[in-house]
């Protein structure tokens, strides 16, 4: 169906690129093109999250370009090939880090060398992260294919790739240097980081240094400063608020006899455990921004300090907003979260 643009969107639009190009003014391409930037392996969030995309996709509301990681093992890369192949989509491009960053196998990600008699549980053909390109090489190649300010990136582990990107120089795939080629190709970043609220912990509130900013905090300093465009967060606050049911893990995957989500949130942290949605609520807004699942904070500045503490100062011209959620919407987001993640592949 046709986007339908009111005549105040188009005199702002008409107007406002003029001057600035914020995510809110911009028509949404649909479907939504998505980079998923994640640490895989780590938490099984990013599975769920996974999971999520490829049934947007199967709804046409995104189009996965590419998987890049950020954690660096060899098993993220196999374990991601082998659940995109699950949903169908084998040849989704995968990009790796080789950054030191959590270099452990993690407790699911060897599911993608599991075996039933002689074949694979999980088919897929990349083998291992040494097989893969290298991050930044596949987001710039993804980015100079895309149209200008369409692509939409989740970024739910480190920002070591997205900095690694803004690093990098005017090449044979773009004449645009990391932060040029982003500021042209990117409409929106969606990460899950931070926190923008303290945190009950031992029947009081505090500070929380939020894992996805303190496992690389000189990246988290410098997306903050030099990323060009938005950059919506999704603070730890959210994901705990949202837990996914551990009963959808019991009764839902139950389709196929092996699901790979299933099997890594059993791996991970088995039911009863809810597991907070983290990676999922940065996913969802990411596809979803205007189905009123979160509200928005004001727009603001978002800086990192030294020990990974994130602050959120208020100002007009800020290019960060955090999500917020009230009651009323928590039960919309995890039926919401439980529906698009069990969905099975749809061809
Ligand atoms: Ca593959
Ligand atoms: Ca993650």
Redesign the pocket.
Known sequence: MPRILSLPLLVGLCFGMALSLHADDLPEANPVPLIFDTDIGNDVDDVLALGMIHALQSRGECELLAVTITKDHKDAAAFT?AV??FYGR???P?GVCRSGVTNHQGKFNGLAHQQDADALRYP???RSGDDAPDAVLLLRQTLAKAEDHSVVIAQVGFSTNLVNLLDSKADEISDLDGIALVNQKVRLLSIMAGAFTKIPQDGKLVEHREYNVVKDIPASKKLVTDWPTEIIWSGFEIGIAVPYPHQSIEQDYRYVEHHPLAEAYIAYNPPPHDRPTWDLTSVLHAVRPNRDYFGLSPRGTVTVADDGLTVFAQSESGKHRYLKLTDEQKARVIETQVVLASEPPHN
């Open positions: 090939d995109n192949t084998g040849d989704i995968i897929h053909d990349l």
